[in-house]
Nanobody, 122 residues
């Protein structure tokens, strides 16, 4: 079973940057895609970014391109999400997830981390 652990969240001011980490361990034979999602209280889960585990090819949500980018460190098996120019509306719990399909839909992912809180003050 694949296991994922997110870290790196915190409280920052608008305009600051954060880098989240997702440590991927366990049997990764069926892991093709690692996705980042976020969910604020009372709101639906939102796609943030995704990448191919094997190639590292990545894509971010259209609304976040230019500010958010994800990549894989092949030596450490750590997935990073760099978040720049943070805005109060970015405040959410951020999750990483693993699945067998390269998809932006949360239902395509079956293994999830515990989430890490990102809070951006105005």
């Amino acid at each position: 079973q694949v296991q994922l652990v997110e870290s790196g969240g915190g409280l920052v001011q608008a305009g600051a940057s954060l880098r989240l980490s997702c440590i991927v361990t366990g049997d990764k034979e069926h892991t093709y895609s690692v996705g980042w999602f976020r969910q604020a209280p009372g709101k639906e889960r939102e796609f943030v970014a995704r990448l191919s585990w094997f190639s590292g090819d990545a894509v971010s949500a259209d609304s976040l391109k230019g500010r958010f980018v994800t990549w894989r460190d092949f030596a450490s098996n750590i997935i990073y999400l760099q978040m720049n120019s943070l805005k109060p509306e970015d405040t959410s719990v951020y999750y990483c997830a693993a699945g067998s399909n390269f998809s932006s839909k949360s239902r395509e992912y079956v293994h999830w981390g515990q989430g890490t809180q990102v809070t951006v003050s105005s």
